[in-house]
């Protein structure tokens, strides 16, 4: 479960995959030898990192954490009231989510306004969404910590109030990055709390549940498409939604690939791609829509601009000052790992913030996102500050 190892199955799983299931997409040999070798760079920095600072076990133990209940149900009402003041910024109110028809039109107002407008969600919002995402950490880490502790539904709380916003801006990504930030707390978690440093979490259970979990994801994503389209009836379109759907999660390969191939080299952003939150609250440089403005043909005539951490790396820091940038990256996992090894709440937080990085790598830098950077902050915040260690 070392996040670089978890880095090189996830990057051969999407690999064999876009290639079985998307033969059609661009595909280049360069490209991916240079993700390919990126890889291998991670992975140097872990076995250094892991030579720097052993992950020996200490002596087990128990993790309290500071009232998880109620930070899960209070995640719901800041949810909703998230998704109440989006709706009134546009001038809808709450009666617009009672009918389908209604719901369709309000997202495809806010879809158009996202894209054409650069609608942004009020700040009030933007902030209640960030203890949201905190929530969703919190509940990963207490599932795993101390399963018993609450309702089952209840740890999944935070997943729910964030399909409210998402429904109505018809954004996958807000519960892609929920589910993020607690599957990694969970993983985390786990690791943290497992006596021995062979755990993984591969489970029969734990693999049924992912599946079940994968085709709700499916059909969830594949209903939001169609309140992005302002379809309500018109299920005939179901092809045409699928063929857009599918350039997402296997689009990024093909996307990086045309982009590496065309020989672009910018002058590095020196960190704009991997926080641009930070650069845009700061007034460095404004974020721009969808981050990417350009798109490429992803082969089959379909366009995309998806290209994946790698080039968000490579634009901040040249292709030379990515491969010591994800060197760096090896190294820090390491210390996450050993510090949890040793019981260290520190490398549990530490670990819980760098695996949704990993799982979202196909796609940008998860820590693009100002939200995400405090979500992960607070998370640390809490750890170090309410919860204490018995045992």
Request: aromatic share 16%; glycine share 6%.
């Amino acid at each position: 479960m070392h996040p670089v190892t978890v880095l090189a199955i996830f990057w051969s799983a999407l690999s064999v995959a876009t290639v079985v299931l998307a033969p059609e997409y661009h595909f280049s040999a360069a490209s991916y030898l240079a993700i390919v070798l990126l890889q291998i760079s991670a992975l140097i920095g872990g076995v250094l990192g892991l030579s720097i600072l052993a992950p020996r076990a200490k002596t087990q133990k128990e993790v309290v954490l500071w009232h998880p209940r109620a930070i899960s149900w209070v995640s719901i009402a800041f949810g909703f009231s998230a998704a109440a003041l989006i709706l009134w910024s546009k001038g809808n109110s709450i009666s617009s989510l009672i009918s389908f028809s209604q719901l369709a039109d309000v997202s495809r107002d806010l879809s158009v306004a996202r894209y054409e407008d650069d609608y942004r969600m009020p700040l009030l919002a933007r902030i209640l969404q960030m203890f949201v995402f905190f929530s969703a950490m919190v509940c990963g880490s207490q599932f795993a910590l101390n399963p018993s502790s609450m309702r089952k539904y209840e740890f999944f709380l935070p997943i729910a109030a964030l399909a409210f916003i998402s429904v109505l801006l018809t954004t996958r990504a807000t519960i892609i990055f929920g589910l993020l930030f607690w599957i990694g707390a969970w993983l985390a978690s786990a690791f943290f709390k497992a006596s021995s440093a062979d755990w993984h979490p591969l489970s029969t259970r734990v693999v049924i549940n992912s599946l079940l979990a994968a085709c709700v994801a499916a059909i969830s994503f594949i209903w939001l498409q169609f309140l992005r389209g302002g379809i309500t009836d018109d299920f005939s379109r179901l092809p045409e939604v699928m063929a857009h759907l599918k350039k997402w999660p296997l689009g990024s390969l093909a996307g990086f690939s045309a982009w590496f191939d065309s020989g672009e080299t910018p002058s590095p952003a020196l960190g704009y791609y991997s926080f641009t939150g930070i650069f845009d609250t700061l007034g460095i440089r404004e974020r721009e829509t969808g981050l990417y403005t350009n798109f490429v043909d992803l082969g089959d005539g379909s366009q995309g601009n998806i290209f994946t951490v790698f080039r968000a790396l490579i634009d901040d820091f040249s292709l030379g000052g990515a491969f010591l940038a994800i060197f760096l990256f090896g190294i820090a996992s390491s210390l996450a790992i050993s510090l949890c090894r040793r019981k260290s709440l520190g490398g549990l937080a530490m670990l819980a913030i760098i695996y949704p990085y990993v799982m979202f790598s196909s796609f940008t830098s998860f820590y693009s996102f100002l939200g995400h950077i405090v979500a992960a902050a607070a998370f640390t915040f809490y750890l170090s500050v309410f919860c204490k260690k018995k045992g």
